[in-house]
């Protein structure tokens, strides 16, 4: 049964570092894109980077997250730097199979999530 783990999220200050972590269990993240998607209350999911055969971050975190993946642990993370209030929010790992294609930050293609970690950036 595939399965969806995240954790590592936290209270962070603003200016911080956290790295998320989202294993992955019955099945090969090799072969799927890994998408973190990040929910703040009342608002909607948004796509914070994927990685696949091309990695992808949205505007607002580039060149503060970095995502990586390890296959010998079969985990993808994503790691945070610079953190800012505004990055605060639930954090969603989500998996879409996909090969030798760049992955895109769209929800909705994603059909497998796990159950999230909270990040919370705050003085």
């Known amino acids: 049964q595939l399965q969806i783990v995240e954790s590592g999220g936290g209270l962070v200050q603003p200016g911080g570092s956290l790295r998320l972590s989202c294993a992955a269990s019955?099945?090969?993240?090799?072969?799927?894109?890994i998408g973190w998607f990040r929910q703040a209350p009342g608002k909607q999911r948004d796509g914070v980077a994927c990685?696949?055969?091309?990695?992808v971050s949205a505007d607002s975190v580039e060149g503060r997250f970095t995502i990586s993946r390890d296959s010998a642990k079969n985990t993808v993370y994503l790691q945070m730097n610079g953190l800012k209030p505004e990055d605060s929010g639930t954090y969603y790992c989500?998996?879409?199979?996909?090969?030798?294609?760049?992955?895109?930050?769209?929800?909705?293609?994603?059909?497998?999530w796990g159950q999230g970690t909270q990040v919370t950036v705050s003085s």
């Open positions: 019955g099945f090969n993240l090799d072969y799927y894109a």
């Open positions: 989500a998996a879409r199979r996909l090969l030798f294609r760049a992955c895109e930050l769209s929800a909705g293609l994603y059909g497998n």
């Open positions: 990685i696949s055969s091309k990695n």
